[in-house]
């Protein structure tokens, strides 16, 4: 009897469901995140992927009141349905925080106003990152639209190309600056990215 049990389970064991299930599982190639927007979470690392020289350089136009970047023509395929990753990541907002202290403030203001010691001298004025209106740029196309601005810079105007700055971290001080309008701007991101999309329509 006790032979007939373990010739049973020698058996069982050596079937080839058994010999699957015992096998380790196949790593599958990791998906892209789905944000609560419906868009991609673009790690850093695809955010790095794409040359410098592949991201538009933006153009403002004739005192449209700094809205012109936010055209987002010619972004690298894919990009203009990504969200930033780091948007919610205390650790790098913290960051992104030094680094806009750093780079930034000395034009736009340590709030984000457009009001920094830097700020008379550049025509058109640094952009005010505490508007409303900009927490819509958290909604694709406005983070590819904003990594652009940052690799690039805008033409026409003093806000330069920060090339030096890796992906991460042109991540993590864009996440610092798109949380700049506030709450409840914030919560309504969706209704201001939807404002901004009929701004950068062209005008019949």
């Known amino acids: 009897m006790v032979r007939t049990s373990i010739l049973l389970v020698l058996l069982a064991s050596a079937s080839p469901a058994a010999a699957a299930a015992q096998r380790p599982a196949a790593r599958r190639a990791p998906r892209p995140r789905q944000a609560s927007s419906g868009c991609t979470e673009a790690s850093p690392a695809r955010w790095a992927a794409i040359r410098d020289s592949a991201w538009p350089q933006l153009v403002h136009r004739d005192r449209d009141s700094a809205w012109a970047h936010l055209e987002p023509d010619n972004l690298p395929p894919g990009s203009a349905a990504w969200c930033n990753s780091l948007d919610v990541r205390k650790s790098a907002l913290a960051a992104g925080r030094t680094i806009y202290l750093q780079h930034c403030a000395m034009c ?3 709030a984000g106003k457009g009001d920094g010691p830097g700020a008379g001298a550049s025509e058109p004025p640094p952009f005010d990152f505490t508007a409303p209106p900009f927490a819509g740029m958290r909604v694709p196309p ?3 639209a904003l990594y652009a601005i940052v690799t690039r810079g805008i033409a026409g105007t003093s806000m330069r190309a920060f090339g030096e700055l890796g992906p991460w971290e042109r991540l993590a001080v864009l996440a610092f600056v798109t949380r700049l309008p ?7 991101q969706k209704a201001w990215a939807d404002t901004l999309k009929v701004r950068r329509e062209p005008q019949r």
């Open 142 to 144: 406005g983070p590819a």
């Open 108 to 110: 736009h203001g340590a």
């Open 182 to 188: 506030g709450d409840s701007a914030i919560a309504a």
